[in-house]
C-alpha cells in the first residue's frame, strides 16, 4: 500500500483524504465533542463554539490533517529532504497523529500543529533569501499562534531563535522582527479583551511552568503503551540514522534537516517545562517524527521493512480505536 504514495502524483496526493477518514474511521461512527475548560482563550473558542456537534468537529478536524499532511508533503517536495520525491511524511503524520484514541478529536494542540508547520514553512524559506523580512515575522507569528492554543508550544520561541541562528546571520533587526511576529497575537488578544472590558488570561499557563520528570501511568491498556514504544522507536531510529539522512545531501539540506531534530529536542523541552498532559503532548512529536520516517522510507532500499511498519501502524489505530483489545 505504502507504494501508492511513492510517486507525487495529484491524485496521490488526493487519496490522502479518503486514507483519513478511513483511518480515522471511530472518529465518524463514534463521534466525541472536544471540552473547553474555564481558562480557554478568545481563540480557542471561536473555533469550539462555531463547531459544537461532535461530528461536525471531528469531521473539521480530518479536513485539517489533510491540509497539513498537504503542507508537509509540500515542504518535503520543495527544500528535498529526501533523495526521492514522495508522500510518505505526509502519510506519517496522519499515521503519528491517529495513533493515540484519546487523541482522536479535534483538539488544541492538534490546531496548534497546524501553525508549527507554517512556522517551520517560514522558517525554511530565510536560508541564502536577503529578502526574508516577511518570512521571519510569519515565523515568529505563527509560534505566537501555536502557543495561544496549546501553551507548551511558548518554548518554541526560543526553538526560532536557535533554528534562524542555524540557517542565516540572524541580525539584530531580524531578530527585533521575529519578537514582533511572536507577540503581535497577545497584543490583538490583549487590545481586544481590553476593548470588552475581559480580564487577560492568556499568560495564565506561566504560573504553571515548572520542570519535572515524566509521571509513567499504570491504568491504559496494552496497546496504548505498544503505540508509545512505536513513537519512542521512531525517535531512536531518527537519531541513529543521522549520517544516512544527511549523506550525499548539501550543506543547505543537511542544515534543514537539522532543524527537524531540533524541533524534537523543543517537544521533549516543552513537555517537561510545561504542565500537559502525555497523551496530548505526544501528539507534538507527529510533525517532526513524519519527516525523519518520510526520509527514511523515501531514501531506503528495504521496502518491506517499512510495509511491515506501515501495516503495525494501521493495526494498532484500528485495535486502539475501536477498543478490540481490553487489556
Request: hydrophobic letters at 55%.
Amino acid at each position: 500500500m505504502l507504494e501508492i504514495f511513492r510517486r507525487n502524483l495529484f491524485i496521490n496526493s488526493v487519496l490522502l483524504l479518503p486514507y483519513i477518514f478511513i483511518v480515522r474511521a471511530n472518529t465518524l461512527l463514534n463521534p466525541v465533542a472536544f471540552e473547553l475548560n474555564s481558562t480557554s482563550n478568545f481563540l480557542q473558542k471561536l473555533i469550539f463554539h462555531n463547531i459544537v456537534n461532535p461530528l461536525a468537529q471531528n469531521i473539521f478536524a480530518n479536513l485539517l490533517i489533510f491540509v497539513q499532511a498537504l503542507l508537509i508533503n509540500y515542504i518535503f517536495i520543495k527544500h528535498k529532504l529526501s533523495r526521492e520525491i514522495t508522500l510518505f511524511a505526509g502519510l506519517f503524520y496522519i499515521l503519528f497523529v491517529s495513533l493515540i484514541a484519546d487523541n482522536m478529536l479535534l483538539s488544541n494542540v492538534l490546531i496548534a500543529n497546524t501553525f508549527i508547520i507554517l512556522a517551520f514553512k517560514n522558517l525554511l524559506e530565510t536560508y541564502n533569501n536577503s529578502q526574508s523580512t516577511a518570512f521571519i515575522f510569519n515565523t515568529g507569528f505563527m509560534i505566537g499562534l501555536a502557543s495561544l492554543y496549546y501553551s507548551p508550544y511558548f518554548a518554541f520561541i526560543f526553538f526560532g531563535v536557535i533554528a534562524l541562528l542555524l540557517l542565516r546571520s540572524f541580525k539584530f533587526i531580524e531578530k527585533i522582527q521575529f519578537f514582533i511576529g511572536v507577540f503581535v497575537p497577545y497584543f490583538l488578544l490583549f487590545t481586544y479583551r481590553y476593548w470588552n472590558d475581559i480580564p487577560f488570561i492568556e499568560l495564565n499557563f506561566i504560573s504553571e511552568v515548572f520542570f519535572r520528570w515524566p509521571t509513567i501511568q499504570t491504568s491504559g491498556l496494552v496497546v496504548f503503551y505498544v503505540s508509545v514504544a512505536i513513537l519512542l522507536f521512531g525517535i531512536i531510529m531518527g537519531l541513529f540514522n543521522y549520517g544516512n539522512f544527511t549523506a550525499k545531501k548539501s550543506i543547505q539540506t543537511q542544515k534543514k534537516i537539522d532543524i527537524v531534530y531540533w524541533i524534537l529536542l523543543f517537544c521533549l523541552i516543552s513537555f517537561l517545562v510545561f504542565s500537559s498532559e502525555q497523551e496530548t503532548h505526544l501528539m507534538t512529536l507527529a510533525f517532526p517524527l513524519c519527516l525523519l520516517i518520510g526520509i527514511s522510507v523515501s531514501d531506503t532500499k528495504n521496502r518491506i521493512f517499512y510495509e511491515l511498519l506501515h501495516i503495525i501502524l494501521l493495526s494498532l489505530i484500528f485495535i486502539s480505536q475501536f477498543k478490540l483489545i481490553n487489556f
